[in-house]
């Protein structure tokens, strides 16, 4: 409204009242201008704050100052009610300016009013609505026309989107409505510097129009999320190619530690999308989310330790302790025992000791000139630094102190890039330059390795050949299953030109291609004393003064038969378990195994094996033999099977559960007539 007075013109006074402005020149009664003042303040008391949309000739944005007043009472939506006490508030400001004005930051109920004159028209009409708080209804003459999260029976922490389309009734265009917005903050998020603020003003056009709006502005928004996204989706490449190398190579744990922790670090991403759809309760989703980030902060740091080869220690231990803090305190700011600073300050403390705590343990290992520890050190302890940072710069947002605009490396048009992006993108790439560098270096060691297993498995092939010589008076049986890849047990079949045969069976202490090559040592050596026609005692005196001392620290069980073609044995032992003949065990004096002493004195036992009888030599393996809960095949069972094939004595032990070597080798003495019909095969021996 604007007032003049043509008499006396000079300078002017002015109020601003509400967006009208009055302007007056000075009367010449001053009464008169009093009470023209009063009038005009009486006329304008009962009205609302008011916004004409009407005259617009598109999509307008309701930039107006908004009637604020913390509270709650249904009246408070009726377009009668008296709002001209409430404070005016823009709707993109937050709260903290109001909260002198009975607030104080303690979350609940807000109202928001404002009238708007609604264009005319057929078209469909919209209103584009910025949350300004957790949850929210909308008003539009009193009617309820939207909501926004979960206002009813209770109101509910929820996530909700950016922007939401409302439409407006068409009976309601071309007239001036009382909008008004029920929003609600939650008493743990009422600290934020955010709260109350919507991010932009409400807008009101043609409905195509503004979800065309809401549409392109939660575009942006995924947009503005591209630097995290990109860092994330490198994360979960390197968590899946971490996950194939475990495929790979089911030993190392380290590498499921990094596919879990690499594929789960991006949740919160998924969290923010499941919250938003669903409409779920931040506060479960917070505390599950929190969990969960506990457990693969643990993953991380095994994941640390195993890679470079750090025993776990009470540092270890103590930096797992340590990760389950945020779990701890989420519980407590619910429960109202904290302030939500507090707890993002908790969360720093401890992404600070393990920052320190990361270093000292990578740092030392780096100096001990550790490659995986050496491309650790400087990413992984800044990533822990960074996180620290965060929290606190959360910590002083949630006591209203702003920082946050320290945390941006560069600011674009439409994305922002962070520290904490940088400092996760390191820690990403030297993850996975060490995957690939320990993956070619595995490659290489197990090119290498097959070759020597390959090598191995022929070796093996001559300390247990599959075929046996025929003996003119003894049918020969053997079997052999190996713990590993090769093994250490041996035996072997000598015969001599009078028809006697040598017999040699042992188990060479450990497993693998070591104890495989201990193994052809003492084959090598007793094909060259076979040609001497040795007493079974000497060669194993011959055996054991070759082994010793070559053997590193090693041994090996034998034991040396020769059995005369009248069925006549001797036999004599290094430390092997006893023969059975016919299901009962041979009583041998005993010596040390081979390879333990220079000097050792061996003696020797003479039995006398009838037509039909069965000598059967094994290995420890198929008396060790033992289940999953720990039980072992032991000596009975042994005995009561030992008259069975080495096949099935073999298979026996097996099924019961194999933990080494096994080895089964049976001589049995032909009757008279099967022995006239048998032919004698002398094969040339040659010196190893």
């Not at 922002?416 to 790439?429: C, M, Q, Y």
Request: negative net charge; aromatic residues 10%.
């Amino acid at each position: 409204m604007l007032i003049t007075e043509l008499i006396d013109p000079p300078e002017d006074e002015s109020m601003f009242h509400e967006n009208e402005t009055i302007s007056i020149r000075r009367f010449p009664n001053r009464a008169l201008t009093l009470l023209l003042l009063l009038i005009l303040a009486g006329a304008n008391a009962g009205r609302a704050q008011s916004f004409d949309a009407s005259a617009a000739g598109g999509p307008v944005k309701l930039d107006a100052p908004w009637r604020l007043h913390f509270g709650d009472d249904p009246a408070y939506a009726q377009p009668g009610f008296d709002d001209s006490q409430w404070t005016l508030h823009r709707i993109d400001k937050d709260w903290a300016s109001e909260r002198n004005n009975g607030y104080g930051g303690q979350g609940g109920y807000a109202w928001y009013r404002m009238r708007v004159t609604v264009p005319k028209g057929n078209e469909p009409l919209a209103l584009a609505i910025f949350p300004p708080a957790t949850a929210e209804e909308v008003y539009i003459d009193g009617a309820l026309v939207g909501a926004i999260g979960r206002m009813r029976p209770e109101p509910v922490w929820t996530a909700p989107r950016d922007v939401y389309a409302i439409a407006v009734p068409a009976a309601l265009h071309g007239r001036s409505v009382e909008v008004a917005l029920r929003a609600w903050e939650t008493p743990l998020a009422a600290r934020y510097l955010s709260a109350g603020a919507a991010a932009y003003p409400s807008g009101l056009g043609a409905a195509g129009d503004e979800e065309r709006f809401v549409s392109l502005e939660q575009q942006n928004r995924w947009v503005a999320k591209i630097p995290d996204w990109v860092v994330d989706m490198l994360g979960v490449a390197v968590g899946l190619f971490s996950f194939g190398l475990f495929l790979l190579q089911r030993h190392a744990r380290e590498y499921a530690y990094a596919a879990i922790f690499f594929c789960g670090f991006p949740a919160d991403k998924f969290y923010d999308w499941v919250s938003q759809q669903t409409g779920a309760s931040v506060v479960f989703f917070t505390h599950v989310y929190i969990f969960t980030g506990s457990a693969l902060l643990c993953l991380w740091l095994l994941f640390t330790w195993k890679f470079v080869r750090a025993r776990a220690d009470r540092l270890l231990y103590a930096c797992l302790a340590a990760a389950w803090i945020p779990s701890i305190s989420a519980p407590l700011v619910v429960l109202g025992a904290i302030r939500i600073a507090g707890s993002f300050l908790s969360e720093a403390a401890m992404y600070l000791f393990l920052a320190i705590a990361v270093f000292i343990r990578l740092y030392t290992l780096a100096r001990c000139g550790n490659r995986d520890a050496q491309l650790f050190l400087i990413p992984f302890s800044l990533w822990a630094l960074s996180n620290c940072v965060w929290s606190i710069i959360w910590a002083l947002g949630t006591s209203g102190i702003v920082w946050s605009s320290a945390w941006i490396l560069h600011h674009g048009s439409r994305f922002d890039i962070t520290w904490g992006n940088v400092l996760e993108l390191l820690l990403n790439l030297a993850v996975g330059a060490v995957l690939v560098l320990r993956f070619t270096r595995s490659a290489t060691q197990e090119q290498r390795l097959r070759t020597e297993m390959e090598a191995a498995r022929r070796v093996q092939g001559q300390l247990v050949p599959a075929d046996l010589p025929q003996l003119a008076a003894f049918a020969c049986d053997a079997a052999y299953r190996a713990a590993a890849e090769v093994g250490g047990d041996f035996y072997q079949v000598f015969p001599r030109p009078d028809g006697s045969a040598l017999i040699l069976v042992g188990d060479v202490s450990g497993k693998g291609l070591r104890a495989a090559m201990v193994g052809t040592l003492i084959v090598g050596a007793a094909g060259a004393l076979a040609q001497e026609n040795l007493a079974p005692a000497v060669m194993l005196d011959r055996l054991n003064r070759h082994l010793h001392g070559r053997t590193d620290g090693g041994f090996a069980t034998c034991l040396c038969a020769l059995l005369g073609p009248d069925g006549t044995l001797s036999i004599a032992n290094a430390g092997h378990l006893p023969p059975y003949r016919n299901g009962e065990e041979c009583e041998l004096d005993s010596g040390l195994p081979l390879g333990i002493a220079d000097i050792v004195e061996y003696t020797e036992t003479t039995l006398q094996l009838g037509p039909g009888d069965r000598l059967t030599f094994l290995s420890d393996g198929v008396v060790e033999a033992q289940t999953a809960s720990g039980e072992l095949f032991g000596f009975d069972r042994t005995r009561a099977i030992s008259q069975l094939s080495a096949e099935q004595i073999a298979v026996e032990a097996q099924r019961f559960g194999q933990q080494d070597d096994i080895t089964v080798l049976t001589l049995t003495r032909f009757a008279p007539d099967e022995e006239s019909r048998t032919e004698v095969v002398t094969p040339l021996l040659a010196p190893a």
